[in-house]
């Protein structure tokens, strides 16, 4: 599946997609002794579910996304929350030397790509955001869970088949959040010169079938979205393949993948 973040599917991805537990933000200070002075980068920020989190932990968060309707998303997100220490920029990966620029001689605290780096260059990316981190900041790559439709789970099977009906092709995208990602972003660390580390976080939580099926067309193209009839269609196929069921148990885990710059 290829996703635009455009439109519905942005409201979708704001709507259903999960945050991150508080667990995930303690590493994350704990990593990069993060505080009031910091200003940290989420990049690929989306609709905030880490950059409104991270805002009540630092001094100011600056959210980066190429995508407007994700961005706007986020923004209002914020103001709903007062979380009057965010800032957003449309941008992408390749625009970190220019916030640089833009910094000057002010540092920042860290980096975060959560759920976003198969988007991007992260051998350049990793190298150029090096000089615009204090000492002991860094970079956190963070993945939340699995897709939902390739979990070890009877669910995320059955959920699978669905899908692949609804498509015509087998679903087999991990979104590298499986370890062979994790290996790219780890080799890619290292090289650029950071000190690295890797922890998670697990935990259960309820899954309805709402948030699945918006789950899923929040990873879809808007462009491919089905009609509105075809979505109902869909979730009702869905709910019925999961014999009725209008929740599951989903197991997530999320992992940090932290370099560390000293
Ligand atoms: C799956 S969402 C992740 C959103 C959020 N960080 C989270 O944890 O849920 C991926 C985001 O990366 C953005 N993105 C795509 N290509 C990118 C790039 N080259 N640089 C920065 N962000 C990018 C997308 O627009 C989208 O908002």
């Known amino acids: 599946m290829r996703a635009s973040f ?4 942005a409201t ?18 704990e990593a990069f002794g993060l505080a009031a002075a910091d200003t940290v980068v989420d990049l690929g920020c989306g609709t905030g579910q880490l950059t409104l989190p991270l805002a009540a932990r630092v001094g100011s968060v ?13 923004r209002q997100a914020a103001l709903n929350a007062a979380r009057a220490n965010t800032a957003w920029l449309l941008g992408d990966d390749s625009d970190l030397p220019a916030l640089g620029r833009l910094l000057g001689d002010r540092t920042i605290g860290a980096l975060t790509v959560a759920v ?18 204090r000492p002991g900041g860094g970079v956190a790559v963070i993945t939340n869970g699995a897709p939902l439709w390739s979990q070890d789970a009877e669910w995320s099977g059955t959920l699978r088949k669905c899908m692949e009906r609804l498509l015509g092709h087998p679903v087999t995208a991990t979104c590298q959040t499986d370890e062979a990602g994790r290996r790219r972003n780890q080799d890619a660390l290292v090289s650029a010169g950071y000190r690295y580390a890797e922890s998670s976080v697990q935990y259960d939580a309820p899954l309805t079938v709402d948030d699945m099926v918006g789950g899923v067309f929040s990873a879809m193209s808007a462009d491919r979205l089905p009609s509105p009839q075809g979505r109902a269609t869909f979730t009702a196929e869905v709910r019925d393949a999961l014999g009725g069921r209008d929740k599951v148990t989903e197991r997530i885990r999320v992992w940090l993948q932290i370099g560390t710059a000293d």
């Open 6 to 9: 455009s439109g519905e599917v």
């Open 12 to 29: 979708y991805y704001a709507r259903h997609r999960r945050g991150y537990p508080p667990e995930v933000l303690d590493a994350l200070v």
């Open 62 to 74: 600056i959210g980066v996304d190429p995508e407007p309707d994700m961005l706007a998303l986020a």
């Open 116 to 133: 976003a780096i198969h988007f991007m260059d992260r051998d350049a990316l990793f190298r150029a955001i090096r000089p615009l981190l």
